[in-house]
């Protein structure tokens, strides 16, 4: 039967997401994410003129403190804090195009040329 | 006939996927943030974990009933709660 509770093999299943203007907080949240709580820092994704995303991946709790402790470290770089967002079960449809943490992108998405 | 909503004022509810939403706007960062932590306490208490996505001035919440399940008494009731720690802000 199918299930939309989400994956059973990845620790925890919350997803976490902070979306910033600039790879300064980008990075700034990334550290206070995983600082905060017990989450996996699974990517970031350079979206385009500027804005950098990062996610986490773990117990939704722990997801929870760590967006908010993300979000927190952006206020602290400027004006950096563009959205975040935490989706508490994501569909296992949703997994195959989520960053694994061995597959994180070394290089900007989408930058032509690159 | 008026048939009495099924669900708080104030929230919208959607078919597919079942839940219910609702968007706080606050003047500034630290009521959001004051906002965030007094609901990660209420889902901290009864277990429901909803969605969230948020900016500097504004929360949306979208709950989802137990379990991915239909929206149940358990995510109205968290509904409701919601709203009065929104309006403690205001308040």
């Known amino acids: ?114 | 006939m008026t048939a009495e909503p099924r669900w708080p004022e104030g929230w919208t509810e959607v078919e597919k996927p079942s839940s219910l939403y609702r968007r706080f706007e606050f003047a500034a960062y630290p009521e959001t943030r004051a906002f965030l932590d007094r609901l990660a306490g209420l889902s901290k208490e009864t277990g429901l974990y909803p969605d969230l996505s948020f900016t500097r001035t504004h929360v949306n919440v979208t709950v989802h009933g137990t379990g991915g399940a239909a929206v149940d008494a358990e995510a109205q009731e968290f509904a409701a709660r919601a709203d009065a720690l929104a309006t403690v802000e205001a308040a």
């Open chain 1, 1 to 114: 039967m199918a299930t939309n509770n989400g994956s059973n093999d990845i620790p925890g299943i919350a997803l976490g997401m902070i979306e910033t203007r600039g790879l300064v907080p980008g990075i700034e949240a990334a550290d206070a994410m995983t600082k905060a709580s017990e989450v996996r820092l699974i990517g970031r994704q350079f979206v385009g003129g500027g804005y950098v995303t990062v996610l986490v991946r773990g117990e939704t709790g722990a997801v929870n403190a760590a967006v908010r402790a993300g979000a927190d470290a952006c206020e602290r770089v400027g004006d950096g804090l563009a959205a975040a967002h935490i989706i508490a079960r994501p569909h296992s449809e949703v997994e195959g195009i989520l960053p694994s943490p061995a597959e994180a992108p070394l290089e900007p998405v989408g930058t032509p040329g690159s």
